[in-house]
Nanobody, 123 residues
């Protein structure tokens, strides 16, 4: 069982930056691949980024590639999402998720989810 708690969301102007954190419980965190997803008002939840258990492999949605960076610190049981050059269309609730096998961009393949953190980008 893994419990996930996101933090770091907030209100930022377009062009600004935020860093989201996702703290995980459990001693097996380092064996899980982690993902970030987001859901904007009136839209379905979508993939943002994912990272392998070792941190050696990362995946990004085209819409955030070059602006967002996913990373993890297994010693701290934490995964991060550094978001730079934010745009109003990045406004959403951001969720972290964990799965016990290889990294995936498919939402339904993740086993554990956090409650989400709101990111609002003003124009």
């Amino acid at each position: 069982q893994v419990q996930l708690v996101e933090s770091g969301g907030g209100l930022v102007q377009a062009g600004g930056s935020l860093r989201l954190s996702c703290a995980a419980s459990g001693r097996t965190f380092k064996t899980y691949t982690m993902g970030w997803f987001r859901q904007a008002p009136g839209k379905e939840r979508e993939f943002v980024a994912a990272i392998s258990w070792s941190g050696g492999t990362t995946y990004y949605a085209d819409s955030v590639k070059g602006r967002f960076t996913i990373s993890r610190d297994n010693a701290k049981n934490t995964v991060y999402l550094q978001m730079n050059r934010l745009k109003p269309e990045d406004t959403a609730v951001y969720f972290c998720a964990a799965r016990s096998t290889i990294a995936s961009i498919i939402e339904t393949l993740y086993d554990y989810w956090g409650q989400g953190t709101q990111v609002t980008v003003s124009s």
